[in-house]
């Protein structure tokens, strides 16, 4: 199987600064990483993701960097703003005798102060 | 609109009681999952489904089994609920086997007193 290290568990940032999550895999099979963001009592939804194609991605003040020699991918939020804050969820998923499986990290709380 | 949706939303059931808890999505996607969230331990993988009749352990199994007769179901049933098993249900779904977006409902609060 795979395993997911997500660190760090929380996280406070001071508006308009920014913010970076770190996460870690062990399967080298794994080939794609995507990031969901949980609000209070909501469900987890996809804002970001990368392939093993890629090294970076781009999108609305997000930055994904994928490093697959060192196994390792993390999420930079610029410019955080107080809705921002949320937990933030890593996932690899790796495929497993014809079927993906994704493994997700145990969670970033991100706490953005104005 | 393109969703995933869970019954009943909060649920409290005794110690000992049987648990049946209900999803449903209108995508058509094969992939199906149940995950529990824990404060601390994020979303672990309870069991996951390719497609009718076709479910796989996932990461925690035991005390759970699964049913899904039809692509747009799946349930999740707890046969003698423990107190152990208090959490936040979330149900999802997928596209194919590939990888691609998982689509979560809103989750179900179970409560096992």
């Known amino acids: 199987g795979e ?6 568990s ?4 001071q508006e308009g600064s920014s913010a970076s999550i770190n996460c870690t895999y062990e399967n080298s ?13 909501e469900n987890p939804k996809l804002i970001i993701d990368i392939r093993s194609n890629m090294e970076r991605k781009q999108t609305q003040g997000l930055i994904v960097l ?6 390792r991918f993390s999420l930079h939020i610029t410019d955080t ?8 969820f890593c996932a690899a998923s790796a495929r497993s ?9 145990k969670g970033t709380s991100l706490v953005v102060h104005p | 609109d393109m969703k995933v949706t869970q019954m009943p939303r909060y ?3 005794r110690m000992g009681e049987n648990v049946l808890l209900e999803c449903g999505q209108d995508m058509s996607h094969e992939t199906m999952y149940w995950y529990r969230q824990d404060p601390g331990l994020g979303l672990q993988l309870i069991y996951i489904s390719y497609d009718v009749d076709s479910n796989s352990e996932g990461d925690i199994p035991k005390g759970y089994r699964v049913s899904r007769k039809k692509r747009e179901h799946f349930s999740l049933i707890l046969d003698s609920a423990k107190t152990n098993q208090t959490s936040v249900y979330f149900c999802a779904s997928s ?9 979560f409902g809103k989750g179900t609060r179970l409560t096992v007193v």
């Open chain 1, 81 to 88: 703003q107080p809705g921002d804050s949320a937990m933030y």
């Open chain 1, 97 to 105: 005798g014809g079927n993906y499986k994704p493994t997700f990290g």
């Open chain 1, 3 to 8: 395993q997911v290290e997500q660190l760090p």
């Open chain 1, 29 to 41: 099979a794994s080939n794609y990483f995507p990031w969901y963001k949980q609000e209070p009592g």
């Open chain 1, 10 to 13: 929380i996280l406070r940032v």
């Open chain 2, 95 to 103: 596209f194919s086997r590939a990888d691609t977006e998982v689509f």
């Open chain 2, 11 to 13: 649920l409290i059931k």
């Open chain 1, 66 to 71: 994928l490093d697959k020699k060192a196994k």
